[in-house]
Structure formats: structure tokens, C-alpha cells
């Protein structure tokens, strides 16, 4: 989201800043990082889900928080941020769906894309340095 929020900061043309927003999530999904559970919702568990989805509304809340206090509130800042987070998105629709297109994007994203993420050989000290590095560079850069 923070990401997404800089090239719709910096970016003057509308549509490139839309396409990095995009692209944007897949690069930094490309780095190990640490991700928090949510198997819940990825085995279809919905009655025991809610634990689950607060994670996932709490990581929002907190993005968008971070956005509203370090950067100069445009609305393209906020419409890049949440594009930046549609990766995410059709990955959690997937779950819910059978639909043939999301279950292939989710393959790329959630396979390929975050194949470091998943090597359980990177120390959680730079997965975690990944995570606020990028945090701090992207508030920086929205400045
Ligand atoms: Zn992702």
C-alpha cells in the first residue's frame, strides 16, 4: 500500500502510476518477508475466519493510517494505495471462489512470487528487515 501510495504521489501521468501501483506488489512480494496467519480463510474455515479477517483489517487500517499521517492526502495517493493491494485481494477472493482465472493468478502470486518468502532458510531477522525497511523508505519517500 505504502508503495503504491509513492507512485501515486510522484507519478504525474495517471496511467503509469496505476500500472506501478500494480506491478509495485509483486515486486516487494518478490523479498522474504513474514506474513501472518491466516489459515482460516485460505482452507475455507469461514466459521473460525474472523480472527483472521481482523488481521487482515487491522494491516489495512494501519497502512491507510500510515498514509494519512505521512503523506499529502491526495486522492490518487489513496486510489495507487489501494491498488496496490488488488494482488492481495483477488488472492483472498481465490479462497472463496472456484473461478479458474483467480486460481492461476494465485498460483503466480502466492507460488512463484513468494517463493523466498516461503524457504523457511532466511533468518526472521531479514524478514522482518525487508518489512520496515521498505515501511521507512516508502514514508520517506512520501514526504
Ligand atoms: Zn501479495
Given at each position: 500500500m505504502l508503495l503504491g501510495a509513492v507512485f501515486g504521489y510522484h507519478i504525474q501521468n495517471i496511467f503509469l502510476a496505476i500500472i506501478l501501483a500494480i506491478l509495485c506488489h509483486y515486486f516487494l512480494d518478490l523479498f522474504p518477508h513474514v506474513e501472518y496467519n491466516i489459515d482460516n480463510i485460505t482452507s475455507g474455515n469461514?466459521?473460525?475466519s474472523l480472527p483472521d479477517f481482523l488481521k487482515v483489517f487491522l494491516d489495512f487500517g494501519i497502512g491507510i493510517l500510515f498514509i494519512f499521517l505521512?503523506?499529502?492526502?491526495?486522492p490518487m495517493i489513496y486510489i495507487c494505495s489501494l491498488i496496490a493491494i488488488v494482488p492481495d485481494g483477488f488472492t483472498l477472493i481465490s479462497y472463496a471462489s472456484k473461478n479458474k482465472w483467480l486460481a492461476k493468478h494465485d498460483h503466480i502470486h502466492g507460488g512463484i512470487i513468494h517463493y523466498l518468502t516461503k524457504q523457511?532458510?532466511?533468518?526472521l531477522f531479514w524478514r522482518i528487515f525487508t518489512q520496515v525497511s521498505s515501511v521507512i523508505i516508502c514514508l520517506l519517500w512520501l514526504r
Open positions: 469461514w466459521k473460525k505521512f503523506s499529502k492526502n491526495q523457511k532458510k532466511f533468518p
